[in-house]
């Protein structure tokens, strides 16, 4: 199977305006971006709506292509971007282009799902949660988590800790059980890609704000793979400066 990854990328934000060109170590994080999905060996390309964003990434040697402004999701610009590109690859990847500490390992995570399983459709990561991050980290719900079957399928995506465990104290649950967060990449078949941003709103995407739960709700599969590194998505500028100081104790 051929394989893009197709990185959305959009200027305005309410909380960080002009992210994608936000520096990080003086290099814009929508560059260091491709420069990570680059190592996979996967072809990249940003799909933004602003030509600053457009310029830049291809001033640094990648390639990109301008989409629509009104767009709701990342999914729908990713669409866009692959039907406008006109390429022949059967999966397409969807890396956030806030995310410029993705692995290359990550990515071929998602890949391997389609090549072992020729009939996976939709694809994402997860991670078990550390309990020594504490309850508190686990509450948090800007931290989505997930279950999944024994097929490796995901069963449910929440804001709130899933599974409950019944019966016993809330202090004691990450004694009692392992709970997996969801580490926010997608791989989509790109029939299924079309299919899904056609897709209205469903009742527990609203209720949670999760995407993802709209295609569970329709009766799409969902295919999950393990992995051992969490992302650091950037969604302001303390994340910004947070991820500089990181890279300095590196």
């Known amino acids: 199977m051929k394989y ?6 959009r200027y305005e934000s309410s909380r960080f305006p002009g992210k ?4 990080i170590a003086g290099e814009e994080m929508i560059v260091r971006v491709c420069r990570q999905v680059e190592k996979a060996g996967v072809e990249a390309v940003v799909a933004t709506d602003d030509s600053r964003i457009f310029d830049c990434v291809e001033k640094a040697g990648f390639k990109a292509v301008m989409t629509s402004s009104s767009h709701r999701s ?3 610009r990713v669409e866009e971007a692959y039907r406008k590109l006109n390429t022949d690859a059967e999966v397409v990847i969807n890396v956030q282009g806030d995310e410029p500490f993705i692995r290359p390992e990550q990515i071929k995570k998602i890949v391997d799902i389609f090549e072992n399983n020729p009939d996976a459709v939709l694809a994402t990561l997860c991670k078990k949660f550390d309990p020594q991050q504490g309850f508190d980290a686990l509450f948090d719900p800007n931290l989505v988590k997930v279950v999944y079957s024994d097929k490796m399928e ?9 599974p409950y465990v019944r019966k016993t104290d809330w202090k004691n649950w990450l004694k009692e059980a ?9 791989g989509y078949k790109a029939k ?7 897709l209205p709103e469903s009742s527990l995407e609203k209720a949670e704000s999760l995407e993802q739960l709209r295609w569970l709700q329709n009766g799409l599969k969902i295919n999950v793979a393990l992995t051992e590194f969490s992302t ?9 400066h947070a991820a500089e100081e990181m890279l300095k104790g590196e």
Do not use: C, M, N, W
């Open 154 to 162: 995901a069963l449910y995506f929440s804001r709130s800790i899933i």
């Open 4 to 9: 893009i990854v197709i990185i959305p990328a």
């Open 20 to 23: 994608p060109l936000a520096k």
């Open 232 to 240: 650091i998505g950037i969604d302001t500028e303390a994340d910004l």
């Open 74 to 76: 990342g999914t729908e």
């Open 192 to 198: 299924t890609l079309s299919q899904i941003v056609k």
């Open 178 to 186: 392992e709970f997996y967060t969801h580490i926010g990449i997608y």
